[in-house]
């Protein structure tokens, strides 16, 4: 019973616990990495490699202060950029979150991350997740940093990859910083991109930028600070992040019911049972037990319950009242 009990609490634990955080900030090995998309037809002219750059050439202050690439789609909008990434394990409700940044926004710029399930059926992957950042689907869309995030349809756990697809009109600025998978029951803050910190090591960075590269006149960087981050793009509201020109959002709310709460209730209903099961089989053969004695005659297996006294005298005349006479 306590070998079937724990096969059954693996298979239904191990889903949960099987599945990791993944994180990627576009720092190293990028080239490595990723590739380009695959034509989804032959008629289909191959896609562009999205461009890997320093935020120190341009214009713009990292989303963290350990914040120093980017990928960008090259500046064609009669050919998207498109690259997929490493396969890694995905899981059912598992959310996959990117990180991305537009400015001079043009009709024809987009970010789109599509999730893709890899299978063996004639070589065409599943779409598990599809998440659009562009000006011309969303009515009042405000430039700056934005968070995607997604929720992953897939049925069973497999692995998986993400297809980044993008255009960029010339003059915008259009970006990815990094994204991460969280898998479902798994907490946030064990999976932040970048790790904590307290210094304000990007606005001296800010301050010095300003100071020593102005040749003509730079606009304020209070004017900077004051750009918004929209939050109707995202799913779910966006954790607070350090970064002083993006201000701190709510950390978004998980569900009680997960995976692994799931997991524990059904094992405790399970070894419920099992007791319950347990308690009856004992006294079941603890009554075939007694029944067996009575008709085995065995008198030292019948319960004290069941045991008839000993009389001390046999009287066998019934007329005769063995009380009468004080005789007993």
Known sequence: ??????????????????S?????????????????CDP?????????????GNYDSIDVTG???????????????????????FPFSMAPDGIIEVIAYMENVGMADLIGVMAYQITDEDDVDRSVGTVLLTPAIQGSFQEGWHRLRM???????????????????????????????IPPGYDEDLCEIYPTTTTTKTTTTKTTTT???????????TTEESIPVPEEDSTSPCPPTSEPVTPPLPTPTTSFWNPLTITMVVLLWIIFLALICKLFYELGKKRRKAANALQNGDIESIPPSLRVPRVKRVYPDVNVNPYANGKV
Not at 1 to 18: E, G, K, Q
Not at 20 to 36: A, G, I, P, S, W
Not at 40 to 52: D, S
Not at 214 to 219: G, S, W, Y
Request: glycine share 2%; with cysteine.
């Open 20 to 36: 990791e955080c993944v994180r990627y900030t576009f720092e190293e090995d990028y080239e490595t990495l990723f590739k380009v």
């Open 151 to 181: 929720t992953l349809t897939s049925s069973t756990t497999s692995d998986g990859y993400l297809s980044f697809m993008g255009s960029a009109a010339q003059g915008s600025i259009v970006l990815v910083d990094s994204f991460r998978y």
């Open 211 to 221: 100071i020593t590269t102005t040749t003509t006149p730079v606009p304020d960087t």
């Open 63 to 85: 989303q963290h202060d350990y914040s120093s690439a980017y990928i960008s789609p090259q500046p064609d909008v009669t050919t998207s950029s498109c690259v997929s990434s």
């Open 40 to 52: 989804t037809n032959p008629n289909q002219p191959e896609m562009l490699f999205w461009n890997h």
């Open 1 to 18: 019973m306590i070998r079937i009990l724990f096969f059954v609490f693996i298979y239904f634990l191990s889903p949960a616990l099987c």
